[in-house]
């Protein structure tokens, strides 16, 4: 089993930054992905980025230049930098991890963004 803590959410202005942690506990492979999704009233989950062990990562386009994501695989962390936010941007973002064909979430943590 796995387990993930999110931190860092909060309210930012239009234009500002936020940085999200997360944390894994229990039993993480190499092979396992890590990422960040997000889910906004009314919408659908969505993926915003992944990283890989070895460090590959993939971005939603509307992410693409404002969002960074990163991997400390020693101590089984990821963040999601966040810069030059915009409203669309407000969500419920979940830390998550795949391994062996199965997810894994966290319990999210809220980001508005105000204009």
């Known amino acids: 089993q796995v387990q993930l803590v999110e931190s860092g959410g909060g309210l930012v202005q239009t234009g500002g930054s936020l940085r999200l942690s997360c944390a894994a506990s229990?039993?993480?492979?190499?092979?396992?992905?890590m990422g960040w999704y997000r889910q906004a009233p009314g919408k659908q989950r969505e993926l915003v980025a992944t990283i890989t062990y070895s460090g590959s990562t993939n971005y939603r386009n509307t992410v693409k230049g404002r969002f960074t994501i990163s991997r400390v695989n020693a101590k089984n962390t990821v963040d999601l930098e966040m810069n030059n936010l915009n409203t669309e941007d407000t969500a419920v973002y979940y830390c998550?991890?795949?391994?062996?064909?199965?997810?894994?979430w966290g319990q999210g943590t809220q980001v508005t963004v105000s204009s």
């Open positions: 998550t991890l795949y391994q062996l064909n199965n997810y894994f």
């Open positions: 229990g039993t993480i492979l190499r092979d396992d992905t």
